[in-house]
């Protein structure tokens, strides 16, 4: 049993070319942002800053909304049972 990739065609009528909320320009860039994870919330107890990479608007560094919006963060979690410090 292998798993096969195939590529499929989207008909072009109906896929939208995602554009700069701000300029509407059409060509994206990767950029760098970070979360700040809280205390509360991070593994060891600690707050922590974990980077992600996104794509931003080449002419005005505008990151959209929705990129915003859809942004998964995770952070490493040090399995019990491993080395001992
Ligand atoms: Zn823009």
């Known amino acids: 049993m ?3 990739v ?3 065609e ?4 109906i896929v939208e070319t995602v554009e700069c909320d701000k300029c509407q320009c059409k060509t ?3 950029v760098i942002i ?3 994870i809280p205390a509360l919330a991070s593994p060891d107890g600690e707050s922590k800053i974990v ?3 996104v794509l931003a608007c080449e ?4 990151i959209n909304k929705e990129i915003l919006d859809k942004i998964s963060v995770f952070i490493n979690v040090q399995k ?3 080395n001992s410090e």
């Open 10 to 13: 989207i008909p072009s009528d």
């Open 6 to 8: 195939e590529r499929r």
């Open 59 to 62: 002419d005005c560094s505008n």
């Open 2 to 4: 292998t798993n096969k």
């Open 80 to 82: 019990q049972g491993g």
């Open 34 to 36: 970070m979360h700040r």
């Open 51 to 53: 980077d992600n990479q």
């Open 28 to 30: 994206f860039k990767p």
